[in-house]
């Protein structure tokens, strides 16, 4: 039986690795990334909904009397 010769193992797999990493660089280099985001406001406008001006009160099974 044939002995697996493993010797260019190191060479190929180094290799695999520097392609990857130019491959990635190449495609992140594409992209186009803002230099100055603007900030977004995060106040949200109030809504007045129907049931805010009404008194409500809300009953749960439990708590009502036995």
Do not use: C, G
């Not at 690795?17 to 100055?36: E, P, V, W």
């Not at 406001?41 to 109030?46: E, G, I």
Request: proline share 8%; net charge positive; glycine share 0%.
């Amino acid at each position: 039986m044939p002995q697996l010769d493993t010797s260019t193992w190191l060479t190929m797999i180094l290799s695999m690795f520097l392609t990857l990493f130019i491959i990635f660089q190449l495609k992140i280099s594409k992209h186009n990334f803002y230099y100055n985001p603007e900030l977004t406001s995060t106040k949200m406008l109030k809504q007045n909904t129907p049931w805010e001006t009404k008194w409500t009160k809300i009953y749960l099974p439990l708590s009502l009397p036995l």
